[in-house]
């Protein structure tokens, strides 16, 4: 046994059904899940070999409208995925911080005045989630803007396990990291109660919200296939980290860019990563597969009564009140008549709140696929997260559309009574939304055969935003309206 994590892998191989990931580079050509490299020069590689995968997502031709459309992005694959099949609808970005000397990751305009935990750490937790998500594109953003920090080669790479060198707040965080990315269905009282011991409750929140950016965007680029720019690795992003940074400009100057296959020191260089699960399948030392450890689904006494403790259970982080709530937040966001207790939470942060909450509606309101669809989406993934209050809210969606309580179970089966393209779609989303990341090239290319791009896309948008919603709502614990 490789570590104490192997156990676990390997029961969740037949728990799962889900390990079946594929060896060799690039991936891509064997239709597979891209293997976990497990050492950190076998991580360099793969982190390269980024740059030369074959996108999932067809594309029209580009033509003149979308070319002055999109401007200087318009050779952007990403941009002409979202240009082409999103209409408007925002994919869910990890919030930034505004602490004065530092510079800023993230989206700007979801800045908060509220923020106060430092960029290198949230770009710290980003590289554990991303780790464990094996998101491969994602780990090398965090490689480069940690390196234009000031963070040394050694330090990225005891972030894999080795935190004896960290305090113990950090330490904790870390911990938490690893557990609301990869499992969330374990989150409890205690995981908040231990970094209250080390954090406001603000800061947690903070801390949730770039968690749940992170989580979503791991998905959205490995999803979609996005290739690595050709120019990344190293000190590639030195320019706009300098004013963060320790060290001087003429030192980053003269430091490596444009790879990742950087040296590792020798302390490193055959250590094997103690934070992603462990799998047997492998005919290297260096990878395993790409696996998930989510248990079997509860029968249907459990989840009634998990629904009904979900009513009267007391949120970990505080909530606003009515009143708070309305005068923190703009005008212009329609609230109703009676807040849900979601948006009591992100009321919180004026801003960042905000912001946040018009990308879960627009998730939930804009776009091309059916309410139902969506409803039964969030079914599954709040099932397999066991996000109860997530379950709640879709419950309540599915019985506004009509559906009975058989009809709503039915979607913890099998799925044989639904169409080939419903299934595809369950399949993609479930297997999306797990953690970590083990949806394959060959379900995204079924998916797009029986659907075609536009309504894949959508698909997966709305499952980086419910993969959000679930950790959100569940880390803070939140009781159902």
Not at 353 to 378: F, N, W, Y
Not at 401 to 429: C, K, N, P, V
Not at 473 to 479: F, N
Request: net charge neutral; aromatic share 8%.
């Amino acid at each position: 046994m490789r570590n104490r994590w192997l156990v676990f892998s390997v029961l969740s191989l037949s728990m799962s059904g889900l390990a079946n990931g594929q060896e060799g580079l690039p991936s891509d050509q064997v239709e597979g899940i891209r293997p976990t490299p497990l050492t950190r020069p076998e991580l360099k590689r793969f982190l390269e070999d980024v740059k030369v995968r074959t996108p999932r997502i067809p594309l029209p031709e580009l033509g003149d409208v979308e070319r002055a459309a999109l401007g200087e992005q318009a050779e952007s694959y990403e941009s002409r995925v979202k240009y082409n099949y999103l209409n408007g609808i925002e994919i869910v970005r990890p919030p930034v911080s505004t602490v004065p000397g530092q510079a800023p990751t993230g989206m700007s305009r979801e800045q908060d005045p509220l923020f106060t935990l430092e960029n290198a750490f949230k770009v710290e937790l980003f590289w554990i989630v991303s780790r464990v998500n094996n998101c491969q594109y994602c780990i090398g953003h965090q490689e480069s803007k940690l390196l234009g920090l000031g963070r040394s080669e050694d330090q990225i790479a005891s972030l894999d396990g080795d935190w004896a060198g960290f305090d113990e707040a950090s330490k904790t965080a870390f911990a938490f990291a690893r557990k609301f990315s990869l499992e969330p269905h374990l989150l409890e009282a205690q995981d908040i109660a231990e970094l209250k011991e080390h954090y406001t409750e603000n800061q947690i929140l903070e801390m949730i919200l770039s968690m749940c950016g992170n989580n979503a965007i791991n998905r959205w680029k490995d999803a979609i296939g996005v290739p690595q720019r050709k120019d990344e690795g190293g000190y590639s992003r030195m320019a706009s980290m300098t004013s963060g940074s320790t060290l001087d400009a003429t030192t980053l100057a003269s430091l490596p860019k444009g790879t990742y296959k950087t040296p590792t020191s020798e302390a490193y260089r055959e250590s094997v990563s103690k934070i992603v699960l462990l799998s047997e399948s492998s005919d290297s030392v260096n990878t395993c597969a790409t696996i998930s450890r989510r248990p079997p689904l509860e029968p249907i006494d459990y989840v009634q009564k998990k629904l009904l403790e979900c009513k009267t259970r007391v949120p970990r982080i505080a909530l606003m009140d009515d009143a708070q709530t309305r005068s923190n937040l703009p005008a212009a966001i329609e609230l109703g008549s009676k807040l849900p207790n979601w948006v009591r939470l992100l009321a919180r942060f004026p801003k960042a709140g905000a912001m946040r909450m018009e990308a879960v509606i627009a998730a939930e309101q804009k776009g091309d696929i059916s309410p139902l669809l969506k409803a039964q989406l969030s079914w599954i993934l709040a099932r397999q997260d066991r996000a109860w209050y997530a379950l709640g809210r879709a419950r309540d969606q599915l019985q506004k559309l009509g559906l009975t309580d058989r009809q709503i179970y039915a979607l913890d089966g099998d799925w044989q009574e639904f169409s080939a393209q419903e299934q595809a779609f369950f399949r993609l989303a479930k297997n999306l939304g797990n953690s970590p990341v083990v949806l394959s090239g060959g379900e995204v290319k079924k998916a797009l055969e029986l659907a075609g791009p536009r309504d894949v896309v959508q698909v997966i948008s709305f499952t980086t935003s419910r993969a959000s919603f679930n950790r959100l709502t569940e880390a803070v614990g939140l009781p159902l309206d």
